[in-house]
């Protein structure tokens, strides 16, 4: 059999298949473009795409430089399509190989996306500077020098991060949420937002720390939102043991319904760890949670430690 080979320009660092979760019923997103202050309609095919962003042009001879990209559009995001299928529709059908895909695709949609990439540029620009000899980093400090980060800094960055969160999903409590009639819930260009309510967005917590939850949208309908054993223990800024992954059953419940308050609540959380893009089935929804600033909500600050 001959494969064809995969051309596209623009790859999506958040899958077409996802996004389609959030439209409205004529298969179009709102969306909420921070950088241009702009509401758009827009197919999810047309947003959160970068040309060439997984092209890796140094690739040694007689390897596709696009290959990363073939990979997950052949494998990883069909297989996770139909395993978030399950998770909506019937947890309890989910199976071992289920469960592996959740926690791959997890993992690299996680890493995956701009606001990573340019957090990690940033972390290793700083850890060069911090190592260089002093007059050297003075003067890059001073604008003397000038540091430029590669492009492919971003993929050593993944290959690093691989298997790195892998232990920490998978020794976390799964809840699929469901939002009450007439409430909905966003996504954004950082679907996989890490919350800590004694680490107030726009900054991000670590996931070692006992008190971060793991907000993953799953639909306009429902969400992921995973949480370590120890969070109604111990204080959120406790740092919990580096985790072993062994074999085991991930605990996972389902049922629970959130109010159009609470809803509306975690979506200002996932606005506020956003990168550039907010996306909902309608744009009442992206008005409700602060989004296109025309006519945002205002939440007690109470309300965002649900």
Not at 34 to 60: F, H, N, T
Not at 189 to 205: I, K
Request: charged content about 25%; proline content about 7%; hydrophobic content about 40%.
């Amino acid at each position: 059999m001959t494969h064809r080979r995969n051309t596209a320009k623009s790859h999506h660092y958040v899958p077409n298949s996802y996004l389609e979760r959030f439209a409205d019923p004529e298969g179009f997103l709102n969306v909420w473009d921070g950088p241009r202050i702009q509401l758009r309609r827009q197919r999810p095919a047309e947003v959160m795409k970068i040309r060439y962003y997984y092209r890796q042009p140094w690739a040694p001879q007689g390897v596709d430089p696009n290959i990363m990209e073939t990979a997950l559009g052949n494998d990883l995001e069909g297989k996770a399509k139909f395993a978030i299928d399950r998770l909506i529709n019937d947890p309890v059908s989910l199976d071992d190989h289920d469960t592996a895909t959740l926690l791959t695709y997890l993992e690299f949609q996680r890493i995956r996306v701009p606001r990573q990439a340019e957090t990690a540029k940033s972390l290793m620009r700083e850890t060069i500077i911090r190592l260089a000899p002093v007059p050297v980093s003075d003067s890059i400090r001073e604008g003397k020098l000038l540091l430029t980060m590669k492009e492919s800094a971003r993929f050593d960055y993944m290959r690093w991060m691989i298997g790195a969160l892998h232990p920490w999903f998978a020794r976390m409590e799964w809840e699929v949420i469901e939002a009450d009639e007439g409430a909905a819930f966003i996504t954004t260009d950082s679907p996989v937002s890490f919350y800590n309510p004694q680490c107030p967005p726009p900054a991000e917590a670590g996931i070692a720390l006992a008190g971060t939850k793991i907000f993953f949208p799953l639909s306009s309908r429902a969400l992921l939102l995973m949480r370590h054993p120890e969070c109604r223990s111990e204080h959120p800024l406790t740092v919990l043991d580096d985790p072993m992954l062994r074999d085991g059953v991930i605990s996972l419940t389902h049922g629970a319904v959130w109010s159009q308050k609470v809803v509306t609540s975690t979506n200002w959380k996932l606005l506020q760890l956003a990168h550039h893009f907010v996306v909902a089935e309608n744009q009442e929804v992206l008005e409700q949670c602060g989004a296109t600033h025309l006519t945002p909500t205002t939440i007690a600050m109470e309300d965002f430690a649900q």
